[in-house]
């Protein structure tokens, strides 16, 4: 700090210390970061695409609600929403399975078995639509691109382990 403003500081203090009455805090809200855009093509299932149209449309309906109550940070949190799911909705490619095609697709059904035993039954399906717990597995997700083009009898990666696809479809 230069030495004129360090002395004309110690002799008001008072310049110092404001209170929090005149700080604008508009920037808090403004300063709301996007939702990260996946990078990968947003391949979808026809209901991810009605999941993505329905979570746009809530978000919507959210932006209108804060706009009409003048709740800034609820309309920052609705707006940065409308933009990734007007985003996704842009960039879906809704795709289907093939059904003369024997390997694991987008959209298969997938049956495997783990060494240890455990049947497990995933879903290949887009990122935004993708819920492990629920059985459906992204596209991206190293276990699908792992079984994505095997056939029922392969043996792929799943975790530490291997597991042996026994159905798909």
Known sequence: ?????????????????????????????GDLPDRLVSPHPNHVTERGLEFIEASLEDS??????????????????????????????????????????????FGSAVTIVRDDGRRQT?????????????????????????LIGKSVGDTVRAGRDEAEITAIQ
């Not at 932006?63 to 799911?85: C, F």
């Open 1 to 29: 700090m230069p030495a004129q403003l360090h002395e004309k500081l110690e002799a008001r203090p008072y310049i110092r210390v404001m209170s929090r009455a005149f700080v604008n805090e508009d920037h808090f809200v």
């Open 60 to 105: 919507r309906r959210a932006y209108s609600e804060a706009q009409s109550i003048g709740d800034r940070e609820a309309l920052a949190k609705a707006a940065r929403d409308v933009r990734y799911w007007s985003a996704r909705r842009v960039s879906a490619i809704v795709t289907t399975v093939l059904p003369s095609v024997d390997a694991v697709q």
């Open 122 to 146: 995933f879903r290949i399906v887009g990122e935004d639509e993708a819920d492990p717990a629920l059985g459906s597995i992204s596209h991206v997700s190293p276990l699908a691109r792992a």
